[in-house]
């Protein structure tokens, strides 16, 4: 009996975890220096002076420190710590306002009152020491200051895609544009490199059924949940790929990928892992296919630059998704 095991190739552009690292985990090992003023406009002489391991608080509606007041109060942080060469990402989550200096440069201005907010700027740095700084001041009520950065990952500038196998000569390889781009992915699994096709090639393979290639600009992909979680990185099949950030919280950001099929039959479904923003330990794809639901879970942590199966599974022809 044949087996129709076509593939359908969905690459992976939803990367549901940019940093698999605590976000705290970009914190000066030198520590902080940290001046504790009893008013909201760091005025006079500080109430308190002292080294601190981290900027993460959460007050609530408490004094920072024995002898500071509950309210109007503010904060001063002071580091200089090595980086090497880079782009960061500096983030801040605050109630009420905040200003983070780097080398003297402001890069976050929102001081305001203010209910809990995350803020976020970027800042190119050199190999060596660097001033950081961060401003901070308590209204009234609940009181929460955080920082936090990383290193952005690197990708080099978009290279041609990869075409994708004939789909009627599934024994044909697919076209590689040379590139020096190490980001975008190699070509699909070829079918025709199993073992068993040395005798008879491609014997359980189809010709005439579509191989399909759905990328996250094809008709066939949805992008769902809040529209500030959602980020565009670069490499990948046609050049670029959508990113989100693990969260706690709902609603979550997804991806749908809807193929049409011509034709029922057993379809083995591939997802792509790029080396670029793609750390996360417990991704899930949900399978739909013929009234049925599988789920698979993939450790992208394992993977770069990796075609990776979730499985064979017969289609119906209709519309089904990822």
Partial sequence: MIKKSVFITLMLLLLLAFSATSVFAGQPPEGWQAEYYANKDLQGNPVYTQNEAEINYDWGFGAPLPGMPVDCFSVRWTTTTHFDQGNYTFSVTVDDG????????LIIDQWKVQSPTTYSAQKQLSAGKHVVQ???????????????????ATCPAPCPPVNPPDPCNPCQPPVVNPCPNPCP??????PCQ?????ANPCYDYVCGQENLL???????????GPLNY????????GANFYWT??????????????????????????????????????LRYRVMHNGQRHDRIVNQYQYSNQWVSLG??????????L
């Fill in 98 to 105: 905040v200003r983070v200096w780097v080398d003297g440069d």
């Fill in 134 to 152: 961060m401003a901070y001041f308590e209204n009234t009520g609940s009181a929460l200051a955080k920082l936090w950065w990383r290193q952005d």
């Fill in 185 to 190: 992915p190699p070509p699909p699994p070829d």
């Fill in 194 to 198: 199993d073992p068993a096709c040395d």
């Fill in 214 to 224: 759905i990328d996250n600009t094809d008709p066939g992909f949805t992008w769902g």
């Fill in 230 to 237: 959602r980020h565009v990185g670069f490499g990948g099949y």
């Fill in 245 to 282: 950030q693990n969260t706690v919280t709902t609603p979550a950001n997804y991806g749908k990928w809807t193929p049409t099929f011509k034709a029922a039959g057993n379809y083995e479904v591939f997802v792509y892992v790029p080396n670029c923003n793609a750390t996360t330990t417990n």
């Fill in 312 to 321: 064979t599974y017969y289609f119906g022809g209709a519309n089904s998704g």
